[in-house]
């Protein structure tokens, strides 16, 4: 038996540093593992902010040569001049509900499953039952009609300018605002059917006759598709969620069937309902939260705040005529606990509250 040789020796040329390697080079933050070239809300950054701040490019900021992409008719990205509305810093905004692509599906999820087992229960216990005639005929006629306002509003307002503003940070908000327009009309067209299909009394094709031809829901109508026509991003997402949403969406949603529901035998439509109510809450306080910023620009703030007092001079008129003609759908309900008066009185003191929260102007007409 031969004797073990010896491992055979291999030669590997030394590596020689020569401080021209990529990353040999040292800065302040060179040894740091988190991104730096933001400054975060608070002391650590969010998720939220590491996957949405700057994914969007400006040259203002991070693109020294200028758009690398633009539109066949000569703007570049995404242009400033889709608002009249002007920043010092449009980077300056953020979601305070911190919605990103995960809590979009996590956050309507829950919502739908909500929903769902809600018009499960009421089926199991034949809870339709119980409902007076008159209020079931008003759930047919206008919750049915409600749900054309909702699904127009995430279509043509909502979704056609979820790309038009000029960071990462406002679209992404916008999106998701439409993902909740979009869920709550859906939702609102699945217990239109559920009804349809458990009571022989509801007329479940009603609702469309009531907002193309009811007299008392054409001055909304009319108001929801004139929002489908503004152009500029901003002042459409000022007038829908501010102004619109103030007069019309919370006095309907709010003021009335949340609050006459339960004396009609009604357990059901104000959780379905109560999730839109939710969602505008959230929609709400980024809206907020963008203008607040708007008017408080130390450079444009004035000229901001000039600009809102033009917008509601036009669309504050419309929506308080179109909730005043709203006002017959109040004496329709066997229970009515609350007037028109009352309703509308709350619904713009609410207004008031979320123009004073932004530094705007009252309007005059809200006096009268």
């Not at 000569?74 to 953020?94: C, D, I, R, V």
């Not at 039952?129 to 206008?142: A, G």
């Not at 969602?279 to 963008?290: E, K």
């Amino acid at each position: 038996m031969s004797a073990p040789t010896e491992p055979r020796e291999r030669s590997f040329p030394s590596i020689e540093f020569t401080d021209a390697e990529a990353g040999a080079k040292e800065f302040p933050s060179s040894k740091s593992r988190k991104y730096n070239y933001y400054q975060p809300a608070k002391k650590r950054a969010t998720t939220y902010e590491d996957v949405t701040v700057d994914v969007q490019p400006d040259p203002e900021r991070h693109l020294t040569q200028g758009w690398i992409y633009g539109f066949g008719d000569g703007p570049g990205g995404y242009p400033q001049e889709w608002t009249a509305t002007k920043s010092s810093n449009w980077h300056a905004f953020l979601d305070p509900n911190e919605e990103w692509d995960q809590t979009i599906y996590r956050n309507n999820s829950a919502v739908v499953h909500q929903v769902d087992l809600c018009l499960q229960n009421a089926k199991r216990a034949r809870a339709y039952d119980v409902w007076n005639k008159p209020w079931l005929k008003f759930i047919e006629r206008n919750l049915g009609a409600w749900m054309h306002a909702e699904n127009g509003l995430a279509l043509h307002v909502f979704t056609s300018i979820q790309r038009s503003g000029p960071t990462n940070m406002i679209n992404t908000a916008v999106a998701v605002n439409a993902a909740h327009k979009m869920r709550f009309a859906q939702d609102l067209a699945l217990f239109n059917l559920d009804l349809a299909e458990a009571e022989d009394d509801f007329d479940g094709s009603a609702h469309r006759d009531v907002w193309m031809n009811a007299p008392e829901w054409q001055p909304v109508r009319e108001t929801v598709e004139r929002l489908t026509a503004v152009g500029d991003w901003c002042q459409l997402l000022f007038a829908t969620n501010i102004v619109f949403e103030q007069l019309v969406g919370s006095l309907f949603r709010s003021e009335l069937v949340m609050q006459v529901a339960a004396g009609n035998g009604d357990y059901i439509t104000p959780t379905i309902v109560g999730t839109g109510e939710y969602d505008y809450d959230r929609d709400l306080a980024y809206t907020r939260n963008l203008f607040r910023i708007l008017t408080r620009d130390e450079t444009y703030g004035e000229s901001n705040k000039a600009l809102l007092n033009e917008w509601m001079a036009v669309w504050v008129p419309r929506c308080l005529d179109a909730a005043r003609a709203l006002q017959p759908i109040w004496s329709q309900p066997a229970d009515k606990p609350v007037t028109f008066a009352a309703s509308l009185d709350a619904a713009i003191a609410k207004f008031r509250s979320v123009l004073e929260s932004i530094d705007a102007d009252i309007p005059e007409e809200l006096n009268q």
